[in-house]
Structures are given as structure tokens and as C-alpha cells.
């Protein structure tokens, strides 16, 4: 096609692959008279014929994408990132669509690769935290490892070769809508000092699969820096250190400060940790499938192996884990029967394992916050180690960090210790961790700076062609994001087909659309016992902040997600015409013999084949002679010889049909 949109004769591709005649040529080989130029009802004058407001129609056949590449950038190699490698290739195939991956790291898995501390697992079922579409029956445990969960994420990308998509060590620095080309520039960098390389790319789409809980920071402790001893973060722990015989400080009781002290109790000779504010520890989550008192508990090699032979078997007790994490959605609600039994469960536990200390309880057992304001913590083993006479609690604050530990705010005591453990989490803020620009120079970071406003937690109107995973108001905060995260990229690679089939050149929510939505959610999310005084990353690391949760349960996210609502978006068209795509008025499949060409006799007739879309295969000959009195169905039916009598060969009904 020339650049001014007029078709010529050698640009003629789509018609060529698909057997159409040559513009104008229609009739040509056909008996009897043929129509004039003039009125041929396809010829290249005509073809080119603009409407009143300059239009032309294309000739492309319906189904087919718009001509040239479109390229996806997908920030990330975590969970999200290959759960979009491992569907999109093979969903989008077809429409001319190209995809790579940037991951910062120098391998793949995210939080998996980046969290490596004592005791660091998974705080739901493992049989949960895998994808829908690659069960794990080998699991070793009811709580997977970190090393585990990575190792399972690892061998998904090496064994389908997802590595082709991927560039490691390789960072996105900035990113900046071009309404000119209608792209992303993307600004990349690799390495660091002298040895730094800086480039752009553009992108016709770019989906952030960066998550939540990624930018870990040391915390604001003036004399951080001259400890003498071993100091380590939890986002950056050195793995395999031995902290036997040693004395321990663990600042922060969040759930990796949870589950470094459980874990490294049997081993240190002192722990101290600070505890500034009471929390829920509580039983598992799906704890009637769980150990004695909702403990881990290692799966046997038998067991394993019954999974693995018997996958109907795993996957109904996948399920069932599944439908009790489901129903955890009542007890977030306030005032709900449910909520009150978990703080009831919840205080009578708490209340049993600190009987030694019983002073703890008054700084662990919380009062004005139900169980839920913060993620649940399974924290098996950790307050067995706060009331060990071996484990010191301090909840004053800290004033300094000395050479030789950590000097109190209140008292002067300077706790003296040989290793310093920072559980002091992440960056809980949705801002983006590079300069994001979208239409009008908008940035997202100064849009989200007060309050992260978003499309259905995915989009953000202004940020045409910009999907995130886990961004703002999406279910974060119940049982495993594995599933949620699939679920995003089904949504995502529907998006995807619709722009591509329907040659969209940007498309981003509608402004309205964003406002309904933070009303709804600011409307219903204070009855949830979310909005209680705990801080919390689900308020941003704030105790009364914004919540930031989806406004619903799993089941309600799934509902909103089977379908894109394209009646909340913003959509500009190539051609600037909606009815564009319908082109030369042809669907591809009418040519290419990729459906049945009478799909919507089974689709207006209720049957459920028309959604498998396989072409007819049926021998026309077993109808052909039924003028002649044949009979439809019979194994032969008969042969025609010019116009003699139809001869019956064989009337035996053929038990197969």
C-alpha cells in the first residue's frame, strides 16, 4: 500500500495468498457477457475510491492483523513475565507479533531469585503457588522453599525454551509514549561504571510485570554503615551463611522478619528482634489440609508419586485446597460470623504459645485491628522462639546502629551482636521505579504519588497501550497470585487479538472509567477489616492510608476478567474508522480453510462445536445423490452415470456413525 493509503498492483499480498482474482479480473474467465470497468464490483479505481471524508477502504480479509510487526515489551522475568511467555507465542500466533522480555537480573524468577534469607517460603499451600497450567506433584512440603519455588520457575523456562525471548542483566531505565509513531520509546541500560551501555527501543506495546514487592530499601538507622559485624538485607541475604553459635538481630517483624526468626532460632546463640507493633500469627492458611496445628509438614515419596500418576487425583486435591482459600474472603469483611471466629481461633493460639512470656502478650496480641488488616502469617514456629528464654523482645526504638550492634532509643543498652538482619521489606508504593510517560508528558510516578488510581488494577487512562500485572487494586492480598497472575495474561492476550484483528493503533481506559472504579473501590473497601489501624503494604506501608486491595473476592476478579470491556476504553484506530477491519468484507478463514464456514448454524442452534471451530470433513458425495433417492448416512451410496438411473451399490447403514 503507498504511503497515501492507494493500493497498487503490486502491493497486493493479502489477495495473491488467499486465491482472490487480481484486482479487476473478476469475471474474466467466466462465461457469458462481462460487466464494464466501470462497474466491476472489484477493480483498483474503485478499490481506491475514498469516501467523503477521505477514507479508503483496505483490502485485508477480516481476521487478518494489520500489516507490519507489532512488538510487545514485557518488563520483567518473575512469575509474571513467564506466564506471558509461556501463553502469549502461542495465543498471538499468527498475528505478526514479536516479544522480549527485559529482566534486570542475571536470571529468571523475581522475588524467588532475589530472596534467599533463613526460613524464606511460600505463606500459601505450595500445590497453590504453582501455575494453573503446570502442576508440581513433586512438591516437597505443604510450604514450599524459596530455592524450591525458583527451581520450579526455572525448569518452565528451560524446558520450553522461553529463554529465546528473554535478555538477562539488562534494564529498563525509562519509558515515553510517541504519539508521532504511536509507540513506547523504551530506554534501556546494561551494566555499570565504565563498562554502562545505554539504548532505546520502541515498542508498540509495553506490559510491566515487575509486581509489588521488589524494591527492597535499607531501613532510615543512622550508623547503618559502621557495624562492624555481618550486615544483610532479606532481599540480598547471603545464602548459605552459617549462623550457628552466633548472636542475632532481626529488625522488623513483618512476614520475612517472621520467618528469618523461626528459622534461625535453633541455631544462634542469642536472638534479639524488634517488634514495634502487635500482629496476627496465625494458623495456616488452608489449614484442614495442613499439618497438626496448621504446621508444614513434608510430603512422603509415595504420596508424590500417586500425584504424579494420577493427575485427575492432584488436581481435585488442588482444587479443594483452592476452594477453602476462596472462602477466606469472609473473614475480611468486619462484623462477619467468619471474621469473628479467625480473631477468636487467632487469639486463643497466641495466647497458648506465649504463656511463657505472658508479658508478650500485651505486645503481640493486637486489640484494635482484626486478623486480615495485614497478610495472614502462618508463623510456624516463630512465637515458640519469642517466649524462648533465649530470645529477647524490644519494642522501643532504635537510636543508633553502633561497631558493635544496636544501641536503645529509651533505655541506652547497647545490644551487642555479631549479625545484623534487616527484615525491613520493601517499597510498598505503586510508583513505578523508572520514569514512566504516557500522553501529554503525564508522568505515572507524580499521577500515583498520593493515590494510585487504575482501570480494573491494569491500565491507567492517559498510558495508551501500558498493562501492568499486580498493579494497584488487584487481589494481592488472598491466598496464591499465581493464579491471578494467569488470569491477567488471559485478559491481556484478549486485548492483544482485539487490537491486532482490529488494526487499533492505541488504545488506554477511559478517564470515566478509572473515576468509577476508585469510587466503587474507596466506597466498598472500608467494611473490610483492611481499612483497620495496622500498617500495612495494602495501605502502602501507611496505617490509614489508601487501600490499595481489589474490592471483592477471587472468585469476583475471575468473573470481571473472563471478558475485556472494550466500552471503557479509549480506542483510536489506524485507518480512523471503527467498521476498518471489516476490509475487503471477506473473513480469512473463508480462503485459509481454518473453520467450519457454517459455524453459526451451531452456534444460533445452542451446540457447543462452533467454539472448536474445525472445518467441515465430511464427504459432500454422502448427500450428493439424494435427488435420486439415496439414502444419507448408508456406507455407499450409490454412482451417478451421466443422467441414467441412480445405481444402489450398498444401503448397509455403517455401524461406525
Given at each position: 500500500?503507498?504511503?497515501n493509503?492507494?493500493?497498487?498492483?503490486k502491493?497486493?499480498?493479502?489477495?495473491?495468498q488467499?486465491?482472490?482474482?487480481?484486482?479487476?479480473?473478476i469475471?474474466?474467465?467466466?462465461?457469458?457477457?462481462?460487466?464494464?470497468s466501470?462497474?466491476?464490483?472489484?477493480?483498483?479505481?474503485?478499490w481506491?475510491?475514498?469516501?467523503?471524508?477521505?477514507?479508503?477502504?483496505?483490502p485485508h480479509?477480516?481476521?487478518?492483523?494489520?500489516?507490519?510487526?507489532?512488538?510487545?515489551?514485557?518488563?520483567?522475568?518473575?512469575?509474571?513475565?513467564?506466564?506471558?511467555?509461556?501463553?502469549?507465542?502461542?495465543?498471538?500466533?499468527?498475528?505478526?507479533?514479536?516479544?522480549?522480555c527485559?529482566?534486570k537480573?542475571?536470571?529468571?524468577?523475581?522475588?524467588?531469585?532475589?530472596?534467599?534469607?533463613?526460613?524464606?517460603?511460600?505463606?500459601v499451600?505450595?500445590?497453590?503457588?504453582?501455575?494453573?497450567?503446570?502442576?508440581?506433584?513433586?512438591?516437597?512440603?505443604?510450604?514450599?522453599t524459596?530455592?524450591?519455588?525458583?527451581?520450579?520457575m526455572?525448569?518452565?523456562?528451560d524446558?520450553?525454551?522461553?529463554?529465546?525471548?528473554?535478555?538477562?542483566?539488562?534494564?529498563?531505565?525509562?519509558?515515553?509514549?510517541?504519539?508521532?509513531?504511536?509507540?513506547?520509546t523504551?530506554s534501556l541500560?546494561?551494566?555499570?561504571?565504565?563498562?554502562?551501555?545505554?539504548?532505546q527501543?520502541?515498542?508498540?506495546?509495553?506490559?510491566?510485570?515487575?509486581?509489588?514487592?521488589?524494591?527492597?530499601?535499607?531501613?532510615?538507622?543512622?550508623?547503618?554503615?559502621?557495624?562492624?559485624?555481618?550486615?544483610?538485607?532479606?532481599?540480598?541475604?547471603?545464602?548459605g551463611?552459617?549462623?550457628?553459635?552466633?548472636?542475632?538481630?532481626?529488625?522488623?517483624?513483618?512476614?520475612?522478619?517472621?520467618?528469618?526468626?523461626?528459622?534461625?532460632?535453633?541455631?544462634?546463640?542469642?536472638?534479639?528482634?524488634?517488634?514495634?507493633?502487635?500482629?496476627?500469627i496465625?494458623?495456616?492458611?488452608g489449614?484442614?489440609?495442613?499439618?497438626?496445628?496448621?504446621?508444614?509438614?513434608?510430603?512422603?515419596?509415595?504420596?508424590?508419586e500417586?500425584?504424579?500418576?494420577?493427575?485427575?487425583?492432584y488436581?481435585?486435591?488442588?482444587?479443594?485446597?483452592?476452594n477453602e482459600?476462596?472462602?477466606?474472603?469472609?473473614?475480611?469483611?468486619?462484623?462477619?460470623?467468619?471474621?469473628?471466629?479467625?480473631?477468636?481461633?487467632?487469639?486463643?493460639?497466641?495466647?497458648?504459645?506465649?504463656?511463657p512470656?505472658?508479658?508478650?502478650?500485651?505486645?503481640?496480641?493486637?486489640?484494635?485491628?482484626n486478623?486480615?488488616?495485614?497478610?495472614?502469617?502462618?508463623?510456624n514456629?516463630?512465637?515458640?522462639?519469642?517466649?524462648?528464654?533465649?530470645?529477647?523482645?524490644?519494642t522501643?526504638?532504635?537510636?543508633?546502629?553502633?561497631?558493635?550492634?544496636?544501641?536503645?532509643?529509651?533505655t541506652g543498652?547497647?545490644?551487642?551482636?555479631?549479625?545484623?538482619?534487616?527484615a525491613?521489606?520493601?517499597?510498598?508504593?505503586?510508583?513505578?521505579?523508572?520514569?514512566?510517560?504516557?500522553?501529554?508528558?503525564?508522568?505515572l510516578?507524580?499521577?500515583?504519588a498520593?493515590?494510585?488510581?487504575?482501570?480494573?488494577?491494569?491500565?491507567?487512562?492517559?498510558?495508551?497501550?501500558?498493562?501492568?500485572?499486580?498493579?494497584?487494586?488487584?487481589?494481592?492480598?488472598?491466598g496464591?497470585i499465581?493464579?491471578?497472575i494467569s488470569?491477567?495474561?488471559?485478559?491481556?492476550?484478549?486485548?492483544?487479538?482485539?487490537?491486532?484483528?482490529?488494526?487499533?493503533?492505541?488504545?488506554?481506559?477511559?478517564?470515566?472509567?478509572?473515576?468509577?472504579f476508585?469510587?466503587?473501590?474507596?466506597?466498598?473497601?472500608?467494611?473490610?477489616?483492611w481499612?483497620?489501624?495496622?500498617?500495612?503494604?495494602?495501605?502502602?506501608?501507611?496505617?490509614?492510608?489508601?487501600?490499595?486491595?481489589?474490592?471483592?473476592?477471587?472468585?469476583?476478579?475471575?468473573?470481571?476478567?473472563?471478558?475485556?470491556?472494550?466500552?471503557?476504553?479509549?480506542?483510536?484506530?489506524?485507518?480512523g474508522?471503527?467498521?476498518?477491519?471489516?476490509?475487503?468484507?471477506?473473513?480469512?478463514y473463508?480462503f485459509n480453510g481454518?473453520?467450519?464456514?457454517?459455524?453459526y448454524?451451531?452456534?444460533?442452534s445452542?451446540?457447543?462445536?462452533?467454539?472448536?471451530?474445525?472445518?467441515?470433513?465430511?464427504?459432500?458425495?454422502?448427500?450428493?445423490?439424494?435427488?435420486?433417492?439415496?439414502?444419507?448416512?448408508?456406507k455407499?451410496?450409490?454412482?451417478?452415470?451421466?443422467?441414467?438411473?441412480?445405481?444402489v451399490?450398498?444401503?448397509?447403514?455403517d455401524p461406525?456413525?
Amino acid at each position: 500500500m503507498a504511503s497515501n493509503g492507494i493500493i497498487n498492483e503490486k502491493e497486493n499480498p493479502v489477495f495473491k495468498q488467499y486465491g482472490l482474482p487480481p484486482y479487476g479480473t473478476i469475471g474474466s474467465n467466466t462465461p457469458g457477457p462481462h460487466p464494464s470497468s466501470e462497474t466491476r464490483p472489484v477493480n483498483y479505481e474503485e478499490w481506491n475510491r475514498p469516501g467523503q471524508t477521505g477514507y479508503v477502504v483496505s483490502p485485508h480479509l477480516i481476521g487478518e492483523p494489520r500489516q507490519g510487526r507489532f512488538k510487545i515489551v514485557v518488563i520483567g522475568a518473575g512469575a509474571a513475565g513467564i506466564d506471558f511467555l509461556h501463553h502469549a507465542p502461542k495465543a498471538l500466533a499468527g498475528l505478526d507479533v514479536d516479544i522480549i522480555c527485559y529482566e534486570k537480573n542475571a536470571d529468571v524468577g523475581g522475588t524467588w531469585l532475589e530472596n534467599r534469607y533463613p526460613g524464606c517460603a511460600c505463606d500459601v499451600p505450595s500445590v497453590q503457588y504453582s501455575f494453573p497450567w503446570k502442576a508440581n506433584p513433586h512438591w516437597s512440603s505443604f510450604y514450599a522453599t524459596a530455592q524450591e519455588i525458583w527451581k520450579y520457575m526455572k525448569d518452565i523456562v528451560d524446558s520450553e525454551n522461553l529463554s529465546q525471548y528473554i535478555r538477562l542483566k539488562t534494564a529498563i531505565v525509562g519509558a515515553s509514549w510517541n504519539e508521532d509513531i504511536s509507540k513506547w520509546t523504551v530506554s534501556l541500560s546494561q551494566g555499570e561504571g565504565d563498562a554502562r551501555t545505554e539504548w532505546q527501543e520502541n515498542c508498540d506495546l509495553l506490559l510491566s510485570g515487575t509486581g509489588v514487592l521488589n524494591a527492597w530499601k535499607w531501613p532510615k538507622i543512622p550508623g547503618l554503615d559502621t557495624f562492624k559485624g555481618d550486615l544483610f538485607h532479606t532481599a540480598r541475604y547471603e545464602e548459605g551463611y552459617d549462623l550457628t553459635g552466633k548472636r542475632v538481630a532481626v529488625i522488623g517483624a513483618g512476614s520475612s522478619g517472621v520467618q528469618v526468626c523461626a528459622s534461625i532460632f535453633p541455631r544462634v546463640e542469642k536472638l534479639y528482634t524488634w517488634v514495634r507493633s502487635p500482629t496476627w500469627i496465625t494458623a495456616s492458611i488452608g489449614k484442614q489440609f495442613a499439618g497438626k496445628d496448621g504446621q508444614n509438614f513434608n510430603y512422603t515419596p509415595q504420596q508424590q508419586e500417586i500425584f504424579e500418576k494420577d493427575p485427575k487425583l492432584y488436581h481435585q486435591y488442588k482444587k479443594m485446597i483452592e476452594n477453602e482459600l476462596n472462602k477466606k474472603f469472609r473473614l475480611i469483611l468486619r462484623n462477619t460470623a467468619e471474621s469473628d471466629e479467625v480473631n477468636a481461633l487467632a487469639y486463643l493460639e497466641m495466647d497458648r504459645k506465649l504463656a511463657p512470656k505472658p508479658e508478650l502478650k500485651k505486645v503481640m496480641i493486637p486489640t484494635n485491628f482484626n486478623v486480615g488488616c495485614r497478610r495472614p502469617t502462618p508463623g510456624n514456629g516463630y512465637l515458640e522462639a519469642l517466649a524462648s528464654e533465649k530470645t529477647t523482645v524490644i519494642t522501643s526504638p532504635i537510636k543508633c546502629i553502633t561497631e558493635n550492634g544496636v544501641l536503645d532509643a529509651e533505655t541506652g543498652e547497647e545490644y551487642k551482636v555479631d549479625v545484623i538482619i534487616c527484615a525491613t521489606g520493601f517499597d510498598t508504593s505503586f510508583r513505578p521505579r523508572f520514569p514512566i510517560h504516557g500522553l501529554d508528558n503525564v508522568s505515572l510516578g507524580d499521577r500515583w504519588a498520593k493515590f494510585p488510581s487504575s482501570y480494573i488494577g491494569i491500565g491507567v487512562d492517559k498510558f495508551p497501550n501500558y498493562f501492568s500485572y499486580l498493579g494497584p487494586f488487584t487481589p494481592v492480598a488472598q491466598g496464591s497470585i499465581l493464579p491471578i497472575i494467569s488470569g491477567l495474561t488471559a485478559h491481556f492476550v484478549q486485548i492483544i487479538k482485539h487490537m491486532r484483528v482490529q488494526h487499533i493503533r492505541r488504545l488506554s481506559p477511559k478517564p470515566q472509567a478509572v473515576l468509577d472504579f476508585s469510587e466503587h473501590c474507596r466506597t466498598f473497601l472500608p467494611r473490610t477489616c483492611w481499612a483497620d489501624p495496622c500498617t500495612s503494604w495494602f495501605k502502602q506501608g501507611t496505617k490509614d492510608g489508601e487501600i490499595v486491595m481489589w474490592p471483592g473476592s477471587r472468585l469476583c476478579f475471575f468473573e470481571v476478567m473472563k471478558q475485556p470491556a472494550f466500552e471503557d476504553y479509549e480506542i483510536e484506530y489506524w485507518s480512523g474508522n471503527r467498521w476498518g477491519y471489516l476490509g475487503s468484507g471477506f473473513t480469512d478463514y473463508e480462503f485459509n480453510g481454518t473453520k467450519d464456514n457454517t459455524w453459526y448454524l451451531d452456534w444460533l442452534s445452542g451446540r457447543a462445536e462452533w467454539q472448536q471451530g474445525v472445518p467441515l470433513a465430511e464427504d459432500p458425495d454422502e448427500f450428493r445423490d439424494m435427488s435420486l433417492g439415496a439414502l444419507p448416512g448408508t456406507k455407499t451410496l450409490g454412482r451417478r452415470t451421466n443422467d441414467a438411473p441412480l445405481e444402489v451399490v450398498n444401503n448397509t447403514p455403517d455401524p461406525a456413525r
